[in-house]
């Protein structure tokens, strides 16, 4: 079964909007990562946030983590459309993660 | 050339053979991971180990064989092919201070 579940699934949005995708889980996590993922490619790490963590950024990137709803979102600023992909959250709880079923963000130019 | 690497990229096979799929990562990294991923189900653990000689179940583990006789290596055998198998199979390692994975660039298996 799986422990994140990544909302929306698909979203379509213009080059230079914000993008925002959520996710929720199910157990009580260590970290919470968010992994994007190119058309045929393996995933990518972008960013990880610790338990104790509520903000973290890097780049164009926002993940905020509450951990009272157990959910996560990823906030991806000014949009470029070689940011198409899949997302996903993965949730760790000791060493081995459990993935969502991603988000399909696809960027128009 | 550094990093972790699948082989084969492309494989069909027919139901009932015998299949390894090759995953080779360079870094030393302790933990290894095969996924699969199917649309509906993203991405399902299979197997991992988190060390030479160490390996346990995932989540979806039935069919499929693993072993780590040296820490770079961790092939994946589906011991006798069903279609269900068809999937395209992701590996990934970590190091022991690093959280996130390193994946492979995967390989797509169609089981015919």
Known sequence: SQQGEEDPQALSIQEGENATMNCSYKTSINNLQWYRQNSGRGLVHLILIRSNEREKHSGRLRVTLDTSKKSSSLLITASRAADTASYFCATAGTYKYIFGTGTRLKVLA | ?112
């Open chain 2, 1 to 112: 050339d550094a990093g972790i690497t699948q082989s084969p990229r492309y494989k069909i096979t027919e139901t009932g053979r015998q299949v390894t799929l090759m995953c080779h990562q360079t870094w030393s990294h302790s933990y290894m991971f095969w996924y699969r991923q199917d649309l509906g189900h993203g991405l399902r653990l299979i197997y991992y180990s988190a060390a030479a000689d160490i390996t346990d179940k995932g989540e979806v583990p039935d069919g499929y064989v693993v072993s780590r006789s040296k820490t770079e290596n961790f092939p994946l055998t589906l011991e006798s092919a069903t279609r269900s198998q068809t999937s395209v199979y992701f590996c990934a390692s970590r190091s022991d201070r690093d959280l996130g994975y390193t994946f492979g660039s995967g390989t797509r298996l169609t089981v015919v």
